[in-house]
């Protein structure tokens, strides 16, 4: 399979550069046909306003449905953010996004359906089977549009990791506690994308992020367009573009893909050599016994930290975690220095990024 990496400095010049992207690949016919139903799958973490870089910027959403409509097939976006999950909430996220707009101006569809659908993986490294949202099975393709970020656990969040997006609600926050270690869950993480594989993945690397990812890093301008049918590949190119070892990317390593060689439709990461600040990774080792993974994480991971100032005390970190790790007290939430895997999902859902992996 191939890559294409493209330069674009504007969120206006989106269109042109993922269309050119998608002809050097073979042609959009290729991906998607008249009447098929296209499923979008954009990182929407939480509701942020795009300049933050947290989810996928509404005008890199609306380039990709302008050119899927002109197709003439049908468009739905669809995500499963971080926390408990309901309608009212996808709702405050897709509008704080910049997404409803995206909804007004095009023929697109945003999804509010959460319902459930079991996937089974025979041939999976961990899962032999996986909850994911129903929607994802009732469409004809699956385009992938993850956000380039940088990511506390896993180094580097790119399209393979955005479809841990398709599991419903908290069994994603789930997933870390009984999938501990970070070589595990990082399979966790193949496994899933296994499960619905995108036919192409189109990634947003104009506004990227770096530093503390997925949700309270700094945005950082990067005029990348990126696309493959081979999400993969992708995230290597994508690495290789922004300079982050690919020994360091857990779902890189994960997969063995390390070395793979790869064919660039037009630039090639030499030609775009930059650099973006990224974490050092990792998380609770597998091999710990539960009782000890938490107390002996102290000695080399960093625990969340907290500003007590723009805490409002809501209480969304204390559902998501899947270690019952957090106890909301006058004084705000007070990590269990025993219990705190490391896995981060309180720092994704807060809402006041009042928690940091940094
Ligand atoms: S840290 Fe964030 S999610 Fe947790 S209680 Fe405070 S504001 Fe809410
Ligand atoms: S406190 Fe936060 S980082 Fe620690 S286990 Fe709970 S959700 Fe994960």
């Known amino acids: 399979m191939s890559v294409y990496i493209g330069r674009c400095n504007s969120y206006e010049d989106s269109e042109g550069i993922v269309r050119k992207g998608m002809e050097s690949l073979g042609g959009i016919s290729r991906y998607a046909r008249k009447g098929q ?42 995500d499963s953010p971080g926390g408990p999950g309901s309608k009212k909430m996808l709702h405050s996220f897709y509008r704080k996004s910049g997404w409803l707009e995206v909804e007004k101006e095009t023929g697109a569809t945003l999804c509010y359906d959460l319902s459930e659908t079991r996937v089974s993986l025979p041939n999976g490294r961990v899962l032999k089977s996986v909850p994911v949202l129903s929607v994802t099975q009732e469409v004809d393709v699956i385009f992938s549009l993850p956000k380039l970020k940088t990511h506390g656990l896993t180094v580097f969040t790119g399209a393979v990791k955005n479809m841990y997006g398709v599991v419903p609600g908290l069994t994603k926050a789930a997933f870390h506690g009984k999938y501990r270690g970070i070589e595990r869950f990082s399979d966790v993480i193949l496994d899933i994308h296994d499960a619905v594989p995108p036919s192409l993945s189109i990634m947003d690397g104009i506004l990227g992020m770096e530093g503390a990812g997925p949700a309270n890093g700094k945005p950082v301008e990067l005029g990348l367009v990126l696309v493959s049918p081979d999400a993969y590949e992708l995230d290597i190119a994508a690495c290789l573009s922004c300079g982050i070892p690919l020994n360091r990317v857990t779902t890189i390593r994960a997969a063995g893909h390390g070395d793979k060689k790869i064919d660039y439709t037009e630039l090639t990461p030499d030609e775009i050599d930059c650099s973006i600040e990224h974490p050092k990774g990792g998380s609770t080792p597998w091999w710990l016994p539960d009782s000890l993974g938490g107390v002996m994480s102290n000695f080399y991971l960093k625990r969340p930290s907290l500003d007590h100032q723009a805490c409002t005390k809501c209480g969304r970190c204390a559902v998501m975690c899947p270690e019952d790790a957090i106890n909301i007290g006058k004084k705000g939430p007070k990590m269990s220095w025993w219990n705190c895997i490391r896995c981060y999902c309180c720092v994704e859902v807060c809402p006041e990024d009042a928690l940091s992996s940094r």
């Not at 609306?62 to 468009?75: F, H, S, T």
């Open 37 to 78: 139903c296209v499923l979008l799958k954009p990182n929407l973490l939480k509701g942020a306003p795009p300049e933050k870089a947290v989810t996928t910027h509404p005008d890199f959403i609306r380039a990709v449905v302008n050119i899927l409509e002109d197709e003439g097939a049908e468009v739905m976006i669809a």
